[in-house]
């Protein structure tokens, strides 16, 4: 098992920007693939970004392909989600998952997750 901790969440202004930090322990995280959902109040956790085992593939849902990243550092064992030009319809809590399907959009293929952390977009 992978335990795994966010942070970085808080109140931004619309437009501005935040960077949520995934500190993995437990495992390394180099033969895993790593995934953002997020779920807002009242809907469903919904897929956010996500990233390969060694990085060379990345996914985004379209409502954030532009404006957020996803990097990795196997080293570190850490994941991070760079978003900018944030919106309201951003405000959300975003969740870290660690998953060993090649589905990296499923969220059925993940299997550990993290605790989340809220990210509010004022307008």
């Known amino acids: 098992q992978v335990q795994l901790v966010e942070s970085g969440g808080g109140l931004v202004q619309a437009g501005g920007s935040l960077r949520l930090s995934c500190a993995a322990s437990g495992r390394r995280i180099s033969s895993y693939a790593m995934g953002w959902f997020r779920q807002a109040q009242g809907n469903e956790r919904e897929f956010v970004a996500a990233i390969s085992w060694s990085g060379g593939t990345t996914n985004y849902a379209d409502s954030v392909k532009g404006r957020f990243a996803i990097t990795r550092d196997n080293a570190k064992n850490t994941v991070t989600l760079q978003m900018n030009s944030l919106k309201p319809e951003d405000t959300a809590v975003y969740y870290c998952?660690?998953?060993?399907?090649?589905?990296?959009?499923?969220?059925?293929?993940?299997?550990?997750w993290g605790q989340g952390a809220q990210v509010t977009v004022s307008s």
């Open positions: 998952a660690a998953g060993s399907g090649v589905r990296l959009k499923n969220i059925n293929e993940y299997t550990n």
